[in-house]
Structures are given as C-alpha cells and as structure tokens.
C-alpha cells in the first residue's frame, strides 16, 4: 500500500512516497481503508519540527480519517467490514496511507448524507470546538477568533446552534461566508482592535494564541472563560484553559447529529490527492483558508 511519510523535520518535500505492506489488526483495532483525510495546522507544525510529537521518526501524518472497515480485530463487535467510520487518530501512523489501523473505540460512523471528503474535515477541527463549547447556553456572548478557519467556522454553526450570539474575528473578504453560517458581529482583524469595541463576552474561543490572550481577557466579563487552542500569554489567569483536543467517539457522533439535521456543514476549500500532499501542506502554510483541505486518498470511494 501507499504511504506519505517523513524521515526528518523540515518543509514540504520532506514528504514521500513509500510502498508498505497492509497493517493488520491487533486486540481492539480496525484497519480501515482510507477513503479521504484532511490538513490541519498540526501537519504541518509537526512536520515541520515546530511542534515535537510524542513518537519517533520516521512517522506519517494525517490525524483524520475517513473511509470503510476493511478488516476487524477478532474481538471488536462495533464495527463490521464495509462499514463506513471516520475519527481523530493520534500516533506514529497516521492518515495519510492508503490503509490504518485504529482503535474501534475512536471511531464513529459517518454522518447520514455526508460525502467521505466532509467526514474526514470534521474530526480534529470539529472535535476541537465541540469540546470547546461544551458548556455554551443560549443567550452567551460568544466571540471566535479566526472564524472563518477549519475549527472557527465549525464553532460558528455549534455556536449558533447553541442559541449564543456569535461574534467573530475574521479578514473582511469572510465576513458574508460567516453571516450566512449566522454570525451575529464581525469585525475585521487588519483594521480593527477587537478589544477596543468588545465587552461583556461570556466565552472567548481563541484559535490564534500569542498576544490575543490578555487582548482577550480584556473583553471577558468576570465571570467569562477565555478557551484557548493554542498557548498564549493569557495562561496564569484564571479564566484562561488551555484545550487539548481528545479522540471521543461519542463525540463524533454528537457531531454527525449536527450535521443530519443540517446544523453542521464543514467548508472545504480545496481537495488534493493523496500524492500531492506536500502541496497541499504548501497550500495550508499559506494561511488564508476558509474551511479545511481535505485529502482524497481512494477515489474510487469519494466518487462511488
């Protein structure tokens, strides 16, 4: 089978193309064959060498998934082959292979109605605001820091969702995309201080970090919670917490709720195969994209 995988740190064309033999299941595990995955930010951060993970080169990445179960451990009942899943992946073996092995427990099936290509953009980015807006109720106050990316925008639907009044910052040219999706206020990060025309926000969810932390705080009422993605300079206070995104099957499935009853639908901005990868990793490092790059991986499943 094809794998992208890396033998050092560094830019894109630190990515190739290797043939591997098809892993096999172990004690609660799938392999699944691997229809379609995405791009985040931690790609390439990883790949990169900008943020060490917890494994040894070399690795390959991907840590969405979407695709059929084409072989189950003998002892796993959830999941049966031919059966379409999708999940959040952590570990040295990654998405971005043409088979995987993964933990039934991580998994979910995939939303009713949604392409393979949509499954595989909503694991990490819509886990990451799932689990960031757990507590939101209607009425709040909720401001989302750029909106108009691959968690912001998903967090503007659940936001909504929720019943809160949404306020986002985002670049002009994204501010009719985030109304539709029902954003209440925006405003313009290249002209305007947020924190000079805010306050009395309930829930910051701060998907930037650096110094939009205390810049945040400052619009938080007292009793607000400033949910961070990324470090920033706000930790120490309080109000600051620090989210690490958890694989949560069950959380995957609250997520293909939303998306079945049409409250939920991730943007994707553009589709790269599989050996394009690196450019797509390019494409991702440029900044700017509304919504998420997904990977297409089996065509014939995208497109069957």
């Known amino acids: ?56 080169l070399p690795f390959t990445l991907g840590f969405d998934v979407s695709g059929v179960v084409a072989e ?5 009942s959830e999941f049966r082959g031919g059966e379409p899943v999708f999940g959040l992946v ?3 073996y990654g998405a971005n292979a043409e088979y995987l092995t993964v933990p039934a427990a991580v998994l979910a ?5 949604a392409s393979y290509l949509e499954s595989a953009a909503l694991p990490t980015a819509g ?9 939101v109720a209607a009425g709040q106050r909720v401001l989302i820091h750029a909106a108009a990316g691959g968690v912001g925008h998903l967090a503007v639907q659940l936001a909504v969702a929720r019943g809160a009044h949404v ?14 999706l029902g954003a209440h206020e925006l405003i313009d990060y290249r002209t305007a201080d947020f924190a000079e025309s805010l306050a009395e ?55 293909a709720t939303e998306f079945e009853a049409g409250r939920l639908r991730p943007a994707i901005a553009a589709v790269y195969p599989l050996t394009d990868l690196a450019t797509a990793h390019r494409h991702s490092e440029s900044g700017g994209v509304r919504g998420k790059i997904a990977i297409e991986v089996d065509a014939s499943l995208t497109t069957g």
């Open 90 to 92: 952590f570990g040295r």
């Open 201 to 255: 926000v309930d829930v910051v969810l701060d998907l930037v970090g650096g110094d939009y932390g205390k810049r945040s705080l400052r619009v938080l009422r007292p009793d607000g919670v400033l949910i961070a993605a990324l470090d920033s300079d706000a930790e120490g206070d309080p109000r600051y917490h620090r989210l690490h995104v958890q694989p949560s099957a069950a959380d995957l499935s609250s997520l």
């Open 167 to 180: 306020i986002g910052t985002a670049s002009a040219k994204h501010h009719g995309y985030l109304r539709g």
């Open 109 to 113: 099936q995939i939303p009713a109605g």
């Open 127 to 135: 886990l990451t605001a799932w689990q960031s807006l757990s507590a």
């Open 72 to 76: 189950a451990g003998a002892d796993v």
């Open 1 to 56: 089978m094809l794998v992208i995988t890396q033998d050092e740190f560094g830019g894109p064309e630190v990515l190739r193309a290797v043939t591997v033999e098809r892993p096999r299941p172990g004690p609660g595990e799938v392999v699944v064959r691997v229809a379609a995955t995405s791009v985040n930010p931690a790609d390439w951060k990883v790949r990169a060498g900008q943020v060490n993970p917890p494994w040894e």
